[in-house]
Each structure stands twice: as C-alpha cells, then as structure tokens.
C-alpha cells in the first residue's frame, strides 16, 4: 500500500525557516512525478515545488515563481524521504502543506505538474503558520 506522511510544520516568525519531510513507503520518488503543495483556508490547494528523475537519473526540480529562491525540495533515496526547506518564510506562506505523487508523466513538458488533479496520492498534510 502507497502512503506519503508529512512532518515537520510548526509555527514560525516571518524570515524564518522550517524542513518539511514526506517519509513514504509503498512508493519508489524515482518512478513518480512528486510534488508539494499548500492550501490556506478559502483558498485552492497549489503546487509550489515538484521534482522527478529523468533520463540517466538526472534529478530536476521546478517552482513556482512565488517560493523561487526561498524553497528547495529535495529527496533522500536511502531514506525514502522527500523534503522541503523552506527559507525566508512570509506570512502568506501559511498554509496546510501537503506531499503528493503521480505519474511520471505529470512532470513531463506535456503534464501538468501544478495541477492538484495530476496527483494521485496524497499524505495527511502538517500546518504551517508564519506571524508577523
């Protein structure tokens, strides 16, 4: 059975930083297009960070421009863990922050990486809340 469990979302001041992880099991990242999203309340739940591994295991990532050069996801293949690190954290980063996996497809010039319907497995979510 495929299972994605975030962690790692807290409560921060506005400048700060959190590591998000999604720990999965069932499931090998270099066969999924992965994603990390966040949905705030009202709000539609968006993609902010997708990875895949292409030809000879060239690992790629993409953002959208609002977290450019503030987030970086990554992946651990030994622990089977994929990551958010999240810098400079603003207030309207505050949302719930979801790990997501598809096709590999999805990541693919022809996908839709940022579309939440892309996705067909998702983790429970953790909260994070930047003040001011």
């Known amino acids: 059975q495929v299972q994605l469990v975030e962690s790692g979302g807290g409560s921060v001041q506005a400048g700060g930083s959190l590591r998000l992880s999604c720990a ?24 902010v960070a997708a990875s895949w591994t292409g030809g000879g295991s060239t690992y790629y990532v993409d953002y959208v421009d609002s977290v450019k050069g503030r987030f970086t996801i990554s992946q651990d293949n030994t622990k089977n863990t994929l990551y958010l690190q999240m810098n400079s954290l603003k207030p309207e980063d505050t949302a719930m922050y979801y790990c997501a996996a598809g096709p590999l497809g999805v990541c693919s010039p022809y996908g839709d990486r940022w579309s939440r319907y892309s996705y067909t497995v998702w983790g429970q979510g953790t909260q994070v809340t930047v003040s001011s």
């Open 24 to 47: 999965a099991s069932g499931l090998n990242y270099n066969r999924y297009c992965m994603g990390w999203f966040r949905q705030a309340p009202g709000k539609e739940r968006e993609g």
